[in-house]
């Protein structure tokens, strides 16, 4: 983001902002990719010209149009993008093909297997052992009945007080 201009910044929509978005972003060595990582588990490269990502958010398409402030709103509009065509006409983008061999993309690499898994998992078939689900809605369970006999041990002492002081008041 330009400082100059803080309403100006890059989007890339790709990660699903539902699954909580992004969790990171980071630039290649060379600045030629950016690799965003979503909270989802996924992982995108961007290929980007970076060079011309600062000089879109510094470009004022209005900037240097004498009598900007009297013009009407369509001529402002008209103004607007012709100057932006022109701008991206004489600065167009600089993004070299990816050679695999070169860049390291091989597909070998994503035939690669995890170490330390094996390939065919067994079901727990037991039925005396929870299932995941079943501990998570058991310790639910337990922790609901654990506030209610707080609740309720609150209540016996406020009523073992308001004995008290009856048997206090009336002996």
């Known amino acids: ?6 309403e100006r910044y890059l989007v890339l929509k790709q990660h699903d902002v539902h699954a909580n978005g992004v969790a990171a972003v980071k630039f290649s060595f060379d600045e030629r990719c950016l690799v965003s990582a979503g909270k ?10 970076k060079y011309m990502i600062t000089q879109e958010s510094q470009f004022n398409a209005l900037d240097g149009v004498a009598g900007i402030d009297f013009m009407p709103e369509a001529q402002v509009k008209e103004v607007f993008a012709e100057r932006t065509e022109a701008f991206q006409q004489a600065n167009e983008a600089n993004i070299p093909d990816f050679d695999p061999t070169v860049d390291g993309l091989d597909e070998t690499l994503f035939s690669v297997s995890l170490r330390g898994f094996p ?10 052992v929870y299932s995941i689900q079943q501990a998570k809605l058991r310790t639910e369970e337990d922790h609901r ?4 006999e707080e609740k309720k041990q609150g209540v016996r002492k406020k009523i073992d007080v308001l004995r008290s002081e009856f048997d206090a008041l009336y002996k």
């Open 1 to 6: 983001m330009n400082i100059n201009f803080p």
């Open 40 to 49: 989802d588990g996924i992982l995108f490269v961007h290929n980007i010209d």
């Open 119 to 128: 390939d065919i998992c067994e079901d727990i078939l037991n039925t005396d």
């Open 145 to 148: 009945l654990k506030l209610a």
